[in-house]
């Protein structure tokens, strides 16, 4: 009687009845990979946690049309979410995003004030040079030189150019990349804020290269050192 019972099951398709082992095996292999899902449930709560703290304190001053984008973008990416390596996904197939998508995000400190020692490996001494310097995504008025000679471009920071130059800046910003469909696109745009703007006028030239150093540092690597 089992044997026509398998034999029936194999020429209309049918499916065994799973084996009371089998079915716990299942059960257990979920139980398994939850743990995962509330890691990654947590880095989310972490992007959103910090966009509304940012859009209420540090962020608040931005114009209006700069915070509308930044929400715009955040709940793309929070319904689009990290992209996955897998099968049909072919930009991001063979690519582990686990590394990023398994850590809680923290916003970093942009108000340190490391001494020139603290930045002897990075080579970003005062100099007269032009250049832009970035600790931890906040422009360093201390470390850069963004003036120019040249008539017709100027070298400056994005946060500082939002309100003098927020015409101008609403025609590019977040118009170039889409972020309505790239995640990280998306979580760069969410908490768009400051960079290097570099602004030349038609038929301006610039001979020498205008150098940008964006260097990560932690509080606990200053007071060490």
């Given amino acids: 009687m089992r044997r026509r019972t398998r034999n029936c099951n194999r020429i209309y398709g049918l499916r065994p ?21 509330q890691k990654l449930d ?10 509304a703290t940012l859009e209420h304190t540090d962020l608040s001053k931005d114009p209006g049309w700069t915070r509308d984008l930044r929400a715009a973008a955040l709940g793309s990416f929070l319904s689009t979410g990290f992209p996955t390596a897998r099968r049909g996904n072919e930009e991001w197939k063979y690519t582990n995003v686990e590394p990023i998508s398994s ?8 108000n340190l004030n490391p001494k020139s020692k603290d930045l ?9 040079s032009t250049r832009l310097v970035f600790l931890n995504g906040s422009f360093s008025d201390r470390f850069s030189s963004p003036s120019l000679a040249n008539v017709g471009i100027s070298v400056s920071s994005l946060a500082n150019s939002l309100q003098s130059q927020t015409t101008m800046l609403q025609k590019y910003l977040g ?8 995640s990280f696109t998306a979580l760069n745009t969410a908490f768009l804020h400051d960079g290097a703007l570099v602004h030349l006028a038609e ?3 610039q001979d020498t290269p205008i150098p940008v150093s964006y260097t990560h540092l932690t509080l606990t690597k200053i007071l060490l050192e």
């Fill in 203 to 205: 038929g301006s030239k």
């Fill in 103 to 110: 850590i809680v995000f923290q916003y970093p400190d942009g």
């Fill in 175 to 182: 118009q170039l990349a889409d972020y309505s469909t790239e």
């Fill in 120 to 128: 002897n490996s990075f080579n970003l001494q005062e100099s007269n």
């Fill in 17 to 37: 009845r799973l084996k009371p082992t089998t079915a716990l095996w299942r059960f257990d292999r979920l139980k398994r990979q939850r743990p995962m899902d």
């Fill in 42 to 51: 947590a880095t989310m709560a972490s992007y959103r946690t910090n966009h």
